[in-house]
Nanobody
């Protein structure tokens, strides 16, 4: 079983930055692809970014490319999401997700087996 705990959310003005962290339990974290998803007010949960188990491949939804960076530190069992140039439309609850399967559709919610409880990000205009 894998447990994921997100942190780093908060309130920031448009143009600001936040860095989210997701700490994972379990000895096999380094073999899991990881993803970040978000759910805005009144919206469905959507893909934001993902990283392969090696860290060698990263994936982003178009709206965050060039502004967000996903990374991982397997020694610390942690995945990060650096968010720059934040916009009001980035507001939402951000969820960390993991899967044991290495060959997945990174952008699909159904591909992930484990989810954190989420952390709130609010961007004011």
């Amino acid at each position: 079983q894998v447990q994921l705990v997100e942190s780093g959310g908060g309130m920031v003005q448009a143009g600001g930055s936040l860095k989210l962290s997701c700490a994972a339990s379990g000895r096999t974290f380094s073999s899991y692809p990881m993803g970040w998803f978000r759910q805005g007010p009144g919206k469905e949960r959507e893909f934001v970014a993902a990283i392969s188990w090696t860290g060698g491949s990263t994936f982003y939804t178009d709206s965050v490319k060039g502004r967000f960076t996903i990374s991982r530190d397997n020694a610390k069992n942690t995945v990060y999401l650096q968010m720059n140039s934040l916009k009001p439309e980035d507001t939402g609850i951000y969820y960390c997700a993991a899967t044991r399967n290495r060959f997945i559709d990174y952008g699909s919610l159904a591909a992930y087996e484990y989810w954190g409880q989420g952390t709130q990000v609010t961007v004011s205009s």
